[in-house]
């Protein structure tokens, strides 16, 4: 999985126009950082097999990586693992499994601690279920994403679901929740209920009840 996340990312490089891009990103304001991120993502129908990537994840500031969970449709079968990609540290992609068309899956992502920065990570759906550790001491996340990255596909799939979206980050400052996050070149028509912010002591907690990732804009 990681070799051939490593593939992809090579071709990103050089072969541009092979992959297309669909993102929602929430930047936590400069300073502050992200503790938690969880949600369920619903699997759309696959339409065949091919290189489609639908993940939430976390990146750190300066785009070292990415901590995700990532919907991967190459078999013809949805699969699904949480792994950091790609390289800085080097981390073996963890463990998951095979996600029927239509099944929601539960993820999270808790740090113990932001300067220590070792992530636990949970993936579950009906009977499956797969946990993950991945020590990340450098990396502190202020982006929370949730994406759709397709490599010589289209987004043929419909829509694409999250719900009951949880992130918490340690600041004061709402905006970066209420604001309902940026688009990325405003390429999906995304439909979204209002982010709530909750404010208690140094930290908050953005909630979003649905995230829907239409069709191409
Ligand atoms: C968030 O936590 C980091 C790491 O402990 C700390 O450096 C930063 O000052 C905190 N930010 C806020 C806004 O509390
Ligand atoms: C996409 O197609 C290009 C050109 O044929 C190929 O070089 C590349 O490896 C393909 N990428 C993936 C992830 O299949």
Redo the contacts with the bound molecule.
């Keep these: 999985m990681q070799l051939?996340t490593l593939?992809?990312l090579a071709?990103l490089t050089?072969?541009a126009s092979?992959?297309t891009w669909y993102y929602l990103d929430f930047t936590t304001p400069s300073g502050s950082y992200i503790t938690s991120f969880s949600g369920t993502m619903v699997a759309p129908g696959l339409p065949q097999a091919a290189?489609y990537y639908l993940w939430p994840g976390l990146q750190p500031s300066g785009n070292a990586g990415v901590l995700q969970q990532v919907l991967d449709g190459r078999s013809g079968e949805w699969w699904i693992g949480s792994g950091w990609c790609c390289s800085d540290p080097d981390l073996p992609w963890g463990s998951g499994f095979n996600v029927a068309d239509g099944a929601a899956v539960a993820f999270s992502n808790v740090v113990d601690d932001i300067d220590e920065g070792t992530w636990s990570t949970s993936l579950s759906s009906g009977s499956n279920s797969a946990t993950g550790s991945f020590a990340l001491p450098t990396h502190p996340m202020d982006q929370a994403i949730m994406a759709i990255e397709l490599?010589?596909v289209t987004w043929d799939f419909g829509a694409l679901t999250f719900e009951d979206v949880v992130i918490v980050a340690n600041t004061t400052s709402t905006s970066w929740c209420t604001g309902g996050g940026t688009n990325y070149n405003n390429a999906a028509v995304i439909s979204m209920s209002s982010p709530t912010a909750t404010t208690s002591g140094p930290a908050t907690t953005c909630s979003i009840a649905s995230i829907v990732f239409e069709y191409p804009a």
Excluded: C, I, S
Aim: hydrophobic share 55%.
């Design positions: 051939l593939l992809a071709a050089t072969h092979a992959v290189t490599y010589n």
